[in-house]
């Protein structure tokens, strides 16, 4: 972040940039750092913080800070991105920069990125894109080639710790879970924590556990019925039974200091006991299989059977 904010010093800053890392590392709050720094009236030392487009910035107020998002819709097709293309070419308002923020690349369209990068043959001069995106699978290539990578690396543990025990003292039963299943990304916590239903999720996936691993049918139709009463979070429900699943390989391997789910050792420790290795690496390999299909949008319950059975 500081070389970016450096080339706005030296003038050397680009036109378009590709923001990518975990959602819950804050990257719009870096991105508005950024451009903070490009529309700032004092470029030596921008962003000075104390000009009056830095208050504005501050306040989300600053007319030549434009963020793009697909609004109630699904993603950002061409014809949006027509109408950003004549916005680009109004001048900026105050700055000597405009700064568009994609919010989610994702939900740019193939046909929304060939007009995007039809307005990039010839820029203005004023005009900076960021695209934040958590990977870079749904850009073309085209796109990746004209834009300044940024990626933006997970943190340290210790320093997810320190994020937790500043913003939430409280927080000091499930502390080495939280900063494990973190996982070096510090915005989970905050994610986690307003999250009253999360611990209460996370004890029924355990519970089903015993069914995800048996492969009878009774079995299978527990699984998917678990996942229909919690289909907006079926997702959320194969990532504890991938890190259930995890947790007991290591377990089984001795490696038991390594676990995420800490305060549920007792549970897994029976599990490790009873299960047969070889199916523990199987389920969890599939479970991993089946939050695939579900990213290429196949139904739930047709996921949740294929996985329990
Ligand atoms: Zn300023």
New binding site residues.
């Given amino acids: 972040m500081q070389n970016l904010i450096n080339s706005v010093h030296d003038g050397l800053s680009s036109h378009a940039y590709i923001f990518e890392g975990a959602k819950g590392l804050d990257l719009r709050g870096s991105a508005r750092l950024f451009a903070?720094a490009l529309t700032?009236?004092?470029r030596a030392i921008?962003?000075?913080?104390?000009?009056q487009?830095?208050k504005e910035t501050r306040a989300d107020t600053n007319p030549d800070i434009v963020y793009v998002n697909s609004g109630d819709k699904k993603s950002i097709g061409a014809e949006q991105m027509r109408a950003l293309e004549e916005d680009v070419a109004i001048k900026p308002f105050a700055a000597a920069r405009k700064v568009y923020i994609i919010e989610d690349g994702a939900q740019l369209t193939e046909a929304a990125q060939n007009v995007f990068l039809k307005t990039f043959e010839e820029p203005p001069e004023y005009a900076v894109f960021i695209i934040i995106i958590e990977n870079l699978a749904p850009l073309l290539e085209t796109v990746l080639s004209r834009f300044t990578l940024i990626h933006f690396p997970r943190v340290s543990d210790a320093r997810v710790k320190e994020y937790i025990t500043g913003k939430y003292p409280e927080e000091t039963d499930r502390l080495d879970f939280l900063v494990r299943y973190c996982a070096g990304i510090p915005g989970e916590a905050d994610r986690i924590i307003s999250d009253e239903y999360f611990e209460t999720l996370r004890a029924e996936s355990l519970e089903k556990l015993d069914a995800l691993f048996s492969s009878d049918r009774i079995s299978a139709f527990s699984v998917s019925g678990f996942a229909e009463q919690n289909k907006d979070r079926f997702n959320e429900i194969l990532d504890f039974w991938i890190s259930f699943s995890r947790d007991i390989i290591l377990l089984q391997n001795g490696s038991e200091d390594k676990i995420i789910n800490i305060d549920k050792k007792t549970e897994l420790e029976r599990f490790a006991a009873r299960l047969d290795p070889g199916t523990v690496v199987k389920i969890s390999e599939k479970t991993i299989k089946a939050q695939k299909m579900l990213a290429r949008y196949v139904n739930i319950k047709a996921a949740a059977m294929w996985l329990a059975l």
Avoid at 46 to 51: D, N, R, S, T
């Fill in positions: 903070a700032c009236r004092d921008a962003p000075c913080g104390a000009c487009v830095c």
